[in-house]
């Protein structure tokens, strides 16, 4: 799977205009369905087997206490002799969860701001200076004071990671929004009697949704590492839960002893959903983006 | 325009903005901290909850003005803001502005560090990826930009640690300076061999966004009308790109770059805390763990003003590197702000979406 990754991320090809086209191995749109293939099975792997561990397999056991990796233990065992591929499975289970509540929740707040902004010039103004707030303080502060604010555990962490994703992709909505309603085409249909919502599903829907659709996964990667980072500097998700933060955090106290495993494998497995998802996106977003013109 | 007129306008614009920003900012920040269900008084009893009956609670509460209405709590929170005030940290037994004069010098040098690294390594990426556009190393570095743009900075900084510090014993993996040294006894060699691993940490978030830009800016350098003319005369892409395509990439470069200097402060509470880095993150980390409200909200204030800063620098090297921005109405900078440039676009590529 790493490799398939790798190669869909090599073969995104630059679009200068005056460059003549070169015949690329995929085209822009099968190169989106094969990233997202990636990825869904990636992410559907990984819920699957993380609901079908048994409960007793991640039994203390000090008979195979920090082992390296090897093909019994693929990805080594912790401190407490514990397997280090089913916890990182399962951390990322957890993780995947957290990543598409915040990429709905997110994605929801910016459709709906996004647009108000765009109809409305109070409610333009009000939602700029939301953003700008938003963003003037650095992301990682910002999500520190909401989960704090929300009493930190994995309320606080949910909380913090939906509730800050959304300004970008509002920004972008309210933009081509804007865009299209300004658009000579539109002002046609208003002329011949059309009325605003049939403009808006015939006109700006078709606009909307590929953005809506690309910034929803786009979302994905930045929430999960955000969850990640957060339960790393332990004001996330609790010890006791299954998180590729918390797992990280203790082996940052291992890393002396040289078990370099325990960091190693669950920080690949989060880099690699991560990764998929932003290739995913990014390939969905050139794939509807009527600039691009390459299809 | 004037150059000087065109300052004075600048920076009215600037006030303007700040005059609705900033207390919008204090609101937000005292609500997110007032409705957080930590108890200030248990916060502040913490170890000695023993020692501390309800009669006393109470008597700390009306102290503290606790039971008052929340406005007027906000706005005796204000009045001392106002007066220099920021209240007393619980977890450092001092005052939190004296905690941030402390600490800060430790962060700047880090995050300066983070930034000059992730400068230079970034544009001199971009600047080659533009030259070999469509070749193998274009196709590897725009690969790797991608990875680090979705990689974990602070994994990243574990997996330095295991090689560097750990099995190769080259850098240390601790602190700001070798322990049991006062500030005096430490050289300057010692630092800078402490300052390499988390400022490369930190780097990481600026690293990608920039590789981007300066490829994209480059390469719309190498196919205007200029680089065309040299290439007829027989000039080569990267000669070109180094020689009078410099300025054309960089200046838009060290703009995106400061414009983004407050996602790397974001990197540099996970790395100060990783590296225990004896700066601004690591106090931040330390304050939303125990409960110091006061500590945290001064220190979002501090980050606030220095994101401020960055964003006015990347203003004034924008203007100043490109002569042409500066005829511009200053009105459409808001517009940019909201609109999509390509400038704010790409500065935000790490912090989140398209």
Redesign the interface.
């Known amino acids: 799977m790493t490799d398939l990754a790798q190669d869909v991320a090599l073969a995104e090809e630059p679009s200068f205009p005056s460059e003549p086209v070169r015949r690329s191995r995929l085209s822009v749109r099968r190169r989106a369905m094969l990233s997202g293939a990636v990825a869904l099975t990636l992410v559907l792997g990984v819920l699957i087997v993380a609901a079908f561990i048994p409960a007793d397999t991640l039994r203390v056991n000090p008979a195979t206490r920090m082992l390296a990796p090897s093909l019994e233990h693929l990805f080594g065992t912790d401190l407490l002799g514990r397997d280090m591929l089913l916890r990182t499975t399962l951390a990322l289970g957890q993780s995947v969860g957290i990543g598409l509540f915040a990429a709905v929740v997110s994605t929801a707040l910016s459709v709906m701001l996004g647009l108000v902004a765009s109809v409305n010039r109070v409610a333009d103004r009000i939602v700029g200076v939301a953003t700008e707030l938003f963003l003037g303080l650095p992301h990682f502060v910002l999500l520190m004071l909401v989960a704090y604010a929300a009493g930190g555990g994995v309320r606080g962490v949910i909380l913090a990671v939906g509730l800050t994703h959304w300004p970008r992709l509002a920004r972008v909505l309210r933009h081509e929004a804007q865009r299209v309603m300004a658009s000579d085409y539109v002002a046609v249909s208003r002329g011949l009697g059309r009325s605003p919502l049939w403009v808006a599903r015939r006109h700006l829907l078709p606009h909307l949704i590929p953005q809506i659709v690309a910034g929803f996964v786009l979302i994905f990667p930045h929430a999960i590492l955000h969850e990640a980072g957060l339960s790393f500097l332990g004001l996330g998700v609790p010890p006791h839960l299954p998180s590729i933060g918390v797992i990280l955090s203790e082996s940052l106290r291992a890393l002396g002893s040289g078990l370099w495993w325990l960091a190693f494998f669950p920080g690949l497995g989060l880099l690699l959903v991560a990764l998929s998802f932003e290739v995913f996106g990014e390939s969905l977003r050139r794939a509807t983006d009527p600039d691009e013109g390459v299809a | 325009m004037k150059w000087s007129s065109w300052l004075i306008r600048f920076f009215l614009e600037r006030m303007q903005r700040l005059l609705?920003?900033v207390p919008?900012?204090m609101v937000?920040?005292f609500?997110?901290?007032r409705?957080?269900?930590?108890d200030p008084v248990q916060a502040y009893v913490g170890a000695r909850v023993a020692l501390v009956g309800p009669e006393q609670r109470q008597a700390i509460a009306t102290a503290w003005g606790l039971n008052d209405p929340i406005p007027e709590q906000f706005l005796r929170w204000l009045g001392h803001l106002l007066r220099g005030d920021l209240g007393d940290s619980m977890l450092f037994n001092a005052s939190v502005s004296e905690v941030i004069m402390a600490r800060w010098p430790a962060s700047l040098s880090l995050i300066g560090a983070a930034f000059m690294l992730a400068f230079v390594v970034g544009t001199s990426l971009g600047l080659i990826a533009a030259a070999y556009?469509?070749r193998w190393p274009?196709?590897?570095i725009?690969?790797f930009a991608?990875?680090l743009?979705?990689?974990?900075g602070?994994?990243l900084a574990?997996?330095f640690?295991?090689?560097f510090a750990?099995?190769l014993g080259w850098l240390p993996?601790c602190c700001s300076a070798p322990p049991g040294l006062t500030l005096g006894e430490v050289t300057w060699g010692e630092r800078l061999r402490h300052l390499i691993l988390p400022a490369a940490t930190v780097s990481i978030v600026g690293i990608a966004p920039l590789i981007m830009h300066t490829r994209a800016r480059a390469?719309g350098f190498l196919?205007g009308a200029a680089a065309r003319h040299l290439k007829a005369h027989g000039a080569r892409d990267l000669p070109l790109l180094l020689g009078p395509g410099l300025r054309h990439a960089l200046g838009p470069a060290l703009t995106v770059h400061l414009a983004g200097a407050?996602?790397?402060?974001?990197?540099s509470?996970?790395a100060e805390?990783?590296f225990s880095w004896p700066g601004l993150g690591e106090a931040?980390?330390r304050a939303?763990?125990g409960g110091d409200a006061p500590l945290?909200m001064g220190v979002?204030l501090a980050?606030?003003a220095m994101?401020?800063i960055g964003n006015l620098l990347a203003d004034l090297a924008a203007h100043l590197l490109d002569p042409r921005l500066r005829n511009r109405p200053l009105g459409e900078a808001r517009r940019r702000?909201?609109?999509?440039s390509h400038e704010s676009g790409s500065a935000?590529m790490t912090?989140?979406?398209?």
């Open positions: 609705w920003l919008l900012a937000g920040l609500t997110l901290i409705i957080a269900p930590v556009k469509g274009d196709r590897i725009r690969a991608i990875t743009a979705v990689s974990p602070f994994w574990l997996l640690i295991a090689l750990v099995s993996a390469g196919e407050g996602e790397l402060i974001g990197g509470v996970l805390s990783i931040t980390v939303a763990k945290l979002a980050t606030l994101v401020f702000r909201w609109g999509l935000n912090g989140g979406q398209p």
